[in-house]
């Protein structure tokens, strides 16, 4: 009996706690065979005020969250200190040259058509962590910017070649 009330009141708390997150237009972009590391892509929207600060996926050893930083003139990208704002009711876009997911010691080729689930987990400023599953389709190695993006094509190119090279950052 007492250890049913201590789950219960567990419960309560992360209900009270939980933010809710918005995903759209999540994609992955597919790997070449023997390709380390690969980036995710999404537009996320929470309604309160949370970090995202870690992820995992079954088909990666390591997932970072990234961003992307000018080191003299080249672009490089880094893990995001303390983790990705997502101001409430804020729309993050992550896309190709600026934040993504990094899927790292890839155990298998990502190829276009699959779909990938990624596990993101956001904090709250009360120091609380949740769980968010997405599952992401896998786009063409070729594909650009998400819908909508339009990024410029040389930066966004030059960037992707970054990408493929993950493991050098
Ligand atoms: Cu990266």
Known sequence: MKRMLIALAA???AAAAQAELKISDAWVRATVP???ATGVFMNITADKDVKLVAGSSPVAGLVE???MVMD???MKMRAVPGGLDLPAGKAVELKPGGYHVMLINLKQQIKAGETVPVTLVVEGK???KESVEVKAPV???NAMAGTGAGAPMGAGTGM???HQHGMKH
């Open 11 to 13: 419960l309560t708390v």
């Open 34 to 36: 023997q390709q380390q």
């Open 65 to 67: 969250i990234h961003e």
């Open 72 to 74: 003299g003139n080249v």
């Open 126 to 128: 009360d120091g609380k």
């Open 139 to 141: 786009r063409a190695l």
């Open 160 to 162: 992707g070649m970054q």
